[in-house]
């Protein structure tokens, strides 16, 4: 018995699978464009669509919320900082420590840094203030014991903010996240010093750096500040 293949009716259906791919008319190319950076002539409105203190705040929180003047303040690394490897992680030139990123990751400016071992007549003149205190000679004593770092960092409000980010003098009462609350347990040995206002450290940059800091300016200036 010889067996025929039944006739169908139906085609045979053709797969007609093409591989996805994107069609550029013309090569991709990126366009390195000048930021955007909001015109100058339209800050002032910007400012003053911002929600302000009531007029009877006290005069300190009445100013406005982006008012801010360049300011320098005077920041030091003690010995027990520096022994402590709190400045640097591997080396001095290598890579810079967690201290001195702080005041950089803010958006603060370097101007001038000294790694130095203090006389004890510079100490005490540093410390002139404080030299009728009961504790002056131990300071003057702790600050000689070891080399320092002295630096000038410069910002909008870096006097306020840097003490801040230093935390309280007394680290039990320094909160966590500032650099006396994660380091510091005694308060002689509080790791930093940080001018405490605008003119003491005119004073004091003046006395460290007699022979003026570095005039420079980031190119992220424009994406930290608004001028």
Same mark, same amino acid.
């Given at each position: 018995?010889?067996?025929?293949?039944?006739?169908?009716?139906?085609?045979?259906?053709?797969?007609?699978?093409?591989?996805?791919?994107?069609?550029?008319?013309?090569?991709?190319?990126?366009?390195?464009?000048?930021?955007?950076?909001?015109?100058?002539?339209?800050?002032?409105?910007?400012?003053?669509?911002?929600?302000?203190?009531?007029?009877?705040?006290?005069?300190?929180?009445?100013?406005?919320?982006?008012?801010?003047?360049?300011?320098?303040?005077?920041?030091?690394?003690?010995?027990?900082?520096?022994? /402590?490897?709190?400045?640097? &992680? #591997?080396?001095?030139? $290598?890579?810079? *420590?967690? =201290?001195?990123?702080?005041?950089?990751?803010?958006?603060?400016?370097?101007?001038?840094?000294?790694?130095?071992?203090?006389?004890?007549?510079?100490?005490?003149?540093?410390?002139?203030?404080?030299?009728?205190?009961?504790?002056?000679?131990?300071?003057?004593?702790?600050?000689?014991?070891?080399?320092?770092?002295?630096?000038?960092?410069?910002?909008?409000?870096?006097?306020?903010?840097?003490? /801040?980010?230093?935390?309280? &003098? #007394?680290?039990?009462? $320094?909160?966590? *996240?500032? =650099?006396?609350?994660?380091?510091?347990?005694?308060?002689?040995?509080?790791?930093?010093?940080?001018?405490?206002?605008?003119?003491?450290?005119?004073?004091?940059?003046?006395?460290?750096?007699?022979?003026?800091?570095?005039?420079?300016?980031?190119?992220?200036?424009?994406?930290?500040?608004?001028?």
């Amino acid at each position: 018995m010889i067996l025929f293949p039944l006739p169908t009716t139906e085609k045979p259906v053709q797969a007609n699978i093409k591989q996805a791919r994107p069609s550029f008319s013309s090569p991709l190319t990126l366009d390195a464009s000048p930021p955007l950076l909001p015109h100058p002539s339209i800050a002032p409105s910007l400012r003053s669509a911002l929600p302000q203190p009531h007029p009877c705040a006290p005069a300190d929180s009445r100013r406005p919320l982006l008012e801010g003047t360049m300011e320098q303040t005077f920041i030091m690394i003690k010995p027990d900082g520096v022994q /402590r490897g709190l400045l640097l &992680t #591997r080396s001095f030139l $290598a890579q810079i *420590g967690d =201290i001195i990123s702080r005041f950089e990751k803010k958006g603060f400016y370097l101007k001038g840094m000294k790694f130095m071992n203090v006389e004890r007549s510079f100490a005490q003149q540093h410390y002139a203030d404080l030299s009728d205190k009961p504790f002056f000679p131990g300071l003057v004593e702790y600050i000689i014991s070891g080399p320092v770092v002295a630096m000038v960092w410069e910002g909008k409000d870096v006097v306020l903010t840097g003490r /801040r980010i230093i935390g309280a &003098t #007394r680290p039990w009462e $320094a909160a966590p *996240g500032t =650099i006396r609350g994660d380091y510091a347990v005694e308060v002689g040995r509080n790791v930093i010093h940080g001018s405490d206002s605008v003119e003491n450290g005119k004073k004091e940059i003046a006395l460290w750096f007699p022979e003026g800091v570095a005039q420079w300016k980031s190119n992220l200036h424009p994406w930290i500040y608004e001028a």
